[in-house]
RNA sequence: GCCGGAGUGGCGAAAUGGGUAGACGCAAGGGACUUAAAAUCCCUCGGGGUAUCAACUCCAUGCCGGUUCGAGUCCGGCCUCCGGCACCA
């Protein structure tokens, strides 16, 4: 809809062309002289970016066009992470090349960049697909190789049909595909991964220093590291002359359990299963875990012997076991463990209740909670708590135990069947086996002459120039691997590479990373929280392990910001923008008919940044309204003669300014745009209602124009850089220092005291900012509405006194 | 089930260390301007009651209770919603 409004669409190209062609954003990274890097999360060039997206990048803008203006100047780089399946999909739907498509969108989605206004030293871009990039991704493999971090292992991976690829354990979401969430299978297969468990413990303690972290992020990266301290436990099974080790966290239960049970694909389970049930184990061992599956077992011809009363119980293999935690076998004990209880009420085992208290097992289901012991030798009597730490020594003497830490966690799959991603540089010898490909031979490089057929293969098997090597180590003929890493390998060390992003003889230069990094600032969305932010940090420590870098955690200070959303057709409900949703709202438009000023501010006067928010066309409306109001008084403005004497209305109207430069900048160092937004409105608000008076101070207005003007900067770039320089300044305000305010400006001449009665408000008055306790208690006793609800009663103790701002009588 | 987070007007929200609940904006209603509309500007805008008009008063921050002179804010117990994990022994 056409609008009467300040003609944007000439300011804003004018700017941004401005802005580009002085570099304005370039950093020398050789010289880090106080050094501050910023960075937002690297975009996956999917096509089109829309206002969900835009969240971040004018988020990270702001503060990054604010640290500016308080004389900083961040390094704040840009690149593309542009490795990954929606290429492949494409490549199949319209019949381009992944990387055609790739490049496409990146030169899109650049333009739409530039478009909001956002400020990047692009000379630092970086985009994963390409050799010079993906080749340190080869060789961080190798080391991790060497060091046997890197390895290939069977196991039961999860498979997404509909991509046609394994997918690590987190990217499985809910069951499902991250990416397309379709139900995921298990699959028995030979894979590669990287040992991250082999750094749990250092994950889990690096979230203690990580203080300017999102309390809940930290959680969630707990919560999925995922440590428990417990015993393990020995159990012989002495028909068969082997031992069978558990996990339990519940060592103080160790007298009531009556039955072992492991996991079907457990190394000793086809061994102690009667040869006819054979067939069952192989169903048990398809079906996927679930837990609205009910659980069922194999009884085996097999007992153990408990390894301290000596004892003799049953080894069942049972479905709820899991191979991939603990050790893959659990000592079961029906009255303190649910799930127990279940399988042992099922088949008619024993159940021993061994941990005590009134009101505690009733047979009805397991007691978990705290006791005493019972039932358990010389611990009888022992409160749980203490016999953990008791049965676990004694265990230990015995020689039939020891305290042990288990972690959830799980190795990072990194294999997938997929073209579109960085080859793994493993040539397949029929003598040495898996070889890693020499250092000097990188990068191996991702042919492009390839046709993508679908999910029919990886069109890298059928490609001979590809797969056919001569072994690193004999020369002898032999086969590539054919499988690419998973694209999140891409993302775990682009920070690093923006320091040196052109380096060819190594993945950095260690010198100028270890002076820039770790980031100080990084803005991203909550969606990443476990995934990247956890292999990230996985990277950083195993370079420091290489000697590469001197410190171990990537980003020192972490904002996730909430999503966009939208009333979808779709589905009818409120969901983040998507395509398939149908709630997308383009940039484009909005840029188009109210200015990319508009819509960044309105995108950060949208709600507190860290949480989601819907977007309203017409909240839209609200911030294009503000910025042609402020056009309109600075054209006014411009235009006004004349200076009145300087009385009430001028200092007032000058006290608001200092108290929102003041309110701002606070609200700007804590991210609360919206409320600083608010704060500008106001004082915008006052500013107009001086304006109405007959005789003005030009000179004022002037002021607060002008520093309004700094002040709107960050969230509205272009408008304020077209208005200072009608103001007859230099640009650009990147460059002009931040205002400060004045304490005594900005303080009231009189301020409003509050005046209660019994807690309950019953006048205000207005006393001189310079008023004594006494003088404002005795105007407070006189408040003529307070008065009444004195009169004639006693006060029962001093009146309540909050310096200038409140006071409250207690009577009787 | 477990672990987080959140519940404030019609809507997005604000209240920074317990001290005037609802700033700022959207929507809505009324008015001015206009041939008319758009745009712009002005006024009203949590609920109830007594009033009649510049007033007074009670209620109100998911629910119940507590601490306090005073609670949206702190404590305890519930309810609802969102996110994560989910047979992890």
Not at 360 to 374: C, S, V
Not at 612 to 636: P, T
Not at 684 to 694: D, I, L, Q, T, V
Request: contains cysteine; glycine residues 8%.
């Amino acid at each position: 809809m056409p609008r009467r409004s300040y003609d944007f669409q000439a300011i804003e190209p004018k700017w941004q062309r401005w802005w580009k062609e002085r570099r304005v954003a370039a950093v020398n990274t050789a010289a880090p002289a106080d050094k501050f890097y910023t960075l937002m999360m690297f975009p996956y060039p999917s096509g089109k970016l829309h206002v969900g997206h835009g969240r971040n990048y004018i988020l990270g803008d702001a503060v990054y066009r604010y640290f500016r203006m308080r004389g900083r100047r961040p390094l704040n780089p840009m690149g593309w992470d542009s490795f990954g399946l929606p290429a492949e999909n494409a490549a199949l739907k319209r019949g381009s090349h992944p990387h055609a498509w790739t490049m496409e969108n990146i030169a899109e989605m650049k333009r739409q960049f530039h478009a909001w206004g956002v400020l990047y030293d692009w000379d630092r871009e970086v985009m994963t697909c390409v050799p010079e990039y993906y080749r340190w991704n080869q060789w961080f493999f190798i080391q991790m190789f060497k060091k046997g971090l890197a390895y290939r292992g069977l196991a039961n991976a999860n498979w997404c049909p509909s991509c046609a690829t394994v997918l690590a354990n987190e990217q499985v979401v809910g069951g499902g595909c991250e990416r397309c969430g379709t139900a995921v299978e298990g699959r028995l297969l030979e894979q590669w991964y990287f040992r991250i468990t082999a750094y749990a413990e250092r994950l889990l303690q690096g979230l203690d220093r990580l203080r300017q972290w999102p309390e809940r992020v930290v959680t969630l990266q707990r919560n999925w590291i995922g440590r428990s301290e417990g015993t393990d436990i020995a159990f012989e099974i002495p028909d068969l002359k082997e031992t069978v080790t558990v996990f339990t966290t519940r060592p103080d239960t160790l007298f009531g359990a009556t039955y072992l049970a492991l996991a079907p694909d457990h190394p000793l389970a086809e061994r102690l299963i009667r040869p006819g049930d054979l067939a069952e184990l192989q169903k048990m061992r398809l079906r996927k875990q679930d837990d609205t599956d009910e659980k069922w077992g194999i009884p085996t011809r097999f007992e153990a012997l408990h390894p301290l009363t000596g004892g003799r119980i049953p080894v069942w293999i049972a479905n709820f076991v899991l191979m991939e935690y603990g050790t893959g076998a659990i000592m079961s004990v029906p009255a303190h463990d649910q799930r127990d209880f279940e399988f042992a009420t099922r088949y008619g085992i024993p159940i021993v209740e061994v941990i005590h208290r009134d009101g505690g097992f009733d047979g009805t289901a397991a007691y978990t909670e705290e006791g005493t012991l019972a039932r358990s030798g010389k611990f009888d009597g022992m409160p749980n708590d203490e016999a953990k730490r008791a049965i676990t020594a004694e265990l230990e003497r015995a020689g039939k135990g020891k305290g042990s830490v288990r972690y959830k966690i799980r190795d990072w799959l990194i294999s997938r069947q997929r073209y579109w991603g960085t080859p793994i540089p493993i040539v397949y010898c029929p003598s040495c086996g898996p070889v890693s490909e020499k250092e000097e031979h990188l990068p191996v490089v991702l042919p492009t002459d390839v046709a993508i057929q679908g999910s029919r293969g990886n069109p890298l098997a059928s490609h001979p120039g590809f797969l056919n090597a001569p072994c690193p180590k004999c020369g002898k003929a032999s086969r590539r691997e054919t499988d690419t890493m998973d694209t999140f390998v891409d993302s775990s060390w682009y920070f690093c590479r923006y320091i040196t992003p052109r380096e060819d003889g190594a993945m950095f230069r260690s010198d100028l990373v270890n002076a820039w990094l770790p980031v100080d600032l990084y803005i991203g969305g909550i969606e990443h929280a476990i995934l990247h932010l956890l292999y990230a940090r996985f990277f950083t420590h195993a370079l420091r392990d290489l000697g590469m870098t001197d410190f171990e955690e990537p980003f020192k200070q972490l904002f996730t910001q909430g999503m966009i959303t939208k009333h979808s057709e779709v589905t009818g409900k409120l969901e983040k923008m998507s395509k398939s949703k149908g709630n997308v709202v383009a940039p484009d438009d909005i840029i188009r008919d109210h200015g990319a000023d508009t819509e960044r501010l309105y995108t950060l006067f949208i709600g507190p940044p860290e949480k989601d928010a819907e977007w309203s066309d017409q909240g839209v409306l609200g911030a294009s309204r503000f910025l042609n109001r402020l056009w309109q008084f600075a054209q006014e403005a411009a235009e006004a003669a004349g200076e009145a004497e300087h009385g009430a209305d001028e200092a007032a109207l000058a006290r608001k300014l200092h108290q929102t430069i003041k309110k701002v900048t606070g609200d700007y160092e804590r991210f609360h745009f919206n409320t600083a937004i608010a704060a500008i409105m106001e004082l915008m608000n006052a500013y107009g209602r001086y304006h109405e008076r007959p005789a003005r101070s030009a000179s004022l207005e002037r002021e607060v124009l002008t520093t309004v003007v700094k002040l709107l900067h960050p969230m509205a770039p272009h408008v304020t850089e077209e208005l200072w320089e009608q103001f007859g300044n230099e640009p650009s305000l990147l460059e002009v220092p931040w205002p400060s305010y004045s304490p005594d400006l900005a303080k009231e001449e009189t301020v409003t005291v509050v005046v209660q009665v019994n807690g309950k408000l019953r006048d205000q008055i207005q006393v001189p900012e310079s008023a004594s306790r006494e003088e404002i208690l005795e105007a407070a006793r006189q408040a003529p509405r307070a008065a009444p609800f004195l009169e004639g009663k006693a006060l029962r103790r001093e009146p309540v006194y909050v310096p200038k701002k409140l006071v409250n009588f207690v009577v009787g």
